[in-house]
């Protein structure tokens, strides 16, 4: 069958979360002050109850609740394309599919945990959720969902990307959300850092740190966090569990499975699945995460217990990292601007069970044009770099003549992203 448009119906949603920590344990986060594994307890001034169990649990499946799945359908199941236009610009005997993740009301993959996060939240009676965004993406994800809940929102957005992407912070306000620019006055290590670095571009390690602490300085406050944490990566997985659905209305299964990474919770959505049959013995599908040269963390970065933030106020995180202090340069791909990565994707990339690459800015954009000229979805630049990988893997199987079958996840669409694509067409974009 040669489908262009692979759909699920409601029903055909997925009723459970699948958790990886089952069949791959990750070494638990660490208290700093002892070096010994977390208690669970210290953490609920920050956290939800439920999301804390979750981010510890060992069970394989856990149920998605009804509320949840009900928010979900507004955008879910999301569909599944093969990209026949981009194969044959290439020219490539490969097939390429991409799960297109950019169809929620947030534009992106964010809200699948962004609902979860906020209902579970409202179960306990939380009044107002603090957090961090980088390109915008969560920010706006949280507050669509904190405003369906009745919860108030602020969130903390990078310095760099606060002023790249106006209609980032223009979608946060539409949801009834206060934002920020980070690094700020309006906390003590915002403070700290501004007079440190006036000049600062901001870092999502900063805004982190400064969204922790209002959250641990007000008792009707709590912090969500978009990515890294395990329970993000669970809620995640709603992604590659409807792809695999779809994959079995068609003949094809991928060989091939990619996510851009910055924390990682968009690549483990679409992989965690994947892998679990691999480690299981059933498939033998290669995994490729793919991040930028500027921000090299799992390319270049040390697989060792480092802090989320950079006021280093977070448990320590067993996770490849380039430091907590590690403010990289202001490139475009926002979201992907973080100095660590997702213990579980790290311990997968340690483990050789995933690959890592890494791209410049200019051949990501390179990239996103040609897709947008094929395809006509116009991509966000963290979801330029799963498409720049895909592209090369496809131009290999031009090259070998293989028929290999590419899913890469389209985490989001670039529609706020447009200043970013002018200066790439005027010739101003660097690659770093």
């Not at 109850?49 to 799945?69: A, F, G, T, V």
């Not at 601007?337 to 995933?354: E, N, Q, T």
């Not at 290999?404 to 101003?428: A, P, V």
């Amino acid at each position: 069958m040669d489908h262009t448009k692979i759909l699920l119906d409601e029903n055909e949603m997925p009723k459970q979360w699948y958790n990886i920590l089952a069949d791959l344990p990750v070494e638990p986060p660490l208290n700093p002050a002892t070096n010994e594994p977390m208690n669970p307890k210290d953490l609920e001034p920050i956290f939800a109850k439920e999301l804390i169990q979750q981010e510890i649990s060992s069970e394989r499946y856990i149920d998605i609740p009804e509320e949840i799945r009900e928010i979900y359908t507004l955008w879910r199941p999301s569909p599944l394309y093969r990209a026949h236009r981009l194969e044959k610009a290439l020219g490539t005997p490969a097939k390429i599919y991409y799960k297109n993740e950019s169809v929620s009301p947030a534009g992106s993959h964010k809200p699948n945990t962004a609902i979860a996060q906020a209902y579970y939240n409202m179960k306990e009676g939380t009044e107002r959720i603090t957090t961090e965004t980088g390109a915008g993406q969560w920010g706006s994800a949280l507050s669509l969902c904190c405003n369906y809940f009745d919860i108030e929102c602020k969130v903390y957005m990078v310095r760099s990307s606060f002023y790249q992407k106006p209609y980032r912070k223009s979608l946060i306000n539409l949801w009834g959300a206060n934002v920020i620019p980070s690094p700020s006055t309006e906390t003590q290590f915002g403070r700290k850092v501004l007079e440190m670095y006036p000049e600062t571009t901001g870092s999502l390690g900063i805004a982190i740190s400064e969204a922790l602490e209002e959250a641990a300085l007000n008792d009707n406050t709590r912090y969500a966090l978009g990515s890294v944490l395990n329970h993000t990566s669970l809620h995640q997985t709603v992604v590659g569990l409807e792809t695999q659905a779809q994959f079995d209305k068609t003949e094809d299964y991928p060989d091939i499975v990619i996510g851009c990474c910055g924390g990682g919770s968009n690549l483990a959505g679409v992989s965690l699945p994947y892998i679990r049959d691999n480690i299981a013995g059933k498939t033998n599908t290669r995994f490729i995460a793919v991040e930028p040269s500027a921000c090299p963390t799992l390319t270049s970065g040390e697989f060792k217990y480092d802090f989320g933030d950079m006021a280093q106020m977070t448990p320590l995180l067993k996770m490849y990292t380039l430091g907590s202090e590690f403010i990289p340069p202001a490139i475009h791909a926002g979201g992907l601007r973080y100095h660590g990565a997702s213990p579980i994707v790290s311990k997968l990339v340690a483990d050789g069970i995933m690959e890592a690459t890494s791209y410049h800015q200019v051949e990501v954009f390179d990239a996103a044009v040609k897709f947008a000229r094929s395809e006509g979805i116009a991509p966000a630049p963290e979801s330029s770099h799963a498409i720049k990988c895909a592209i090369d893997e496809a131009l290999k199987c031009k090259q070998t003549g293989e028929e290999k079958t590419i899913l890469f996840n389209l985490s989001g669409h670039g529609h706020f992203d447009m200043s970013s694509y002018d200066k790439y067409f005027s010739g101003e974009l660097s690659n770093d």
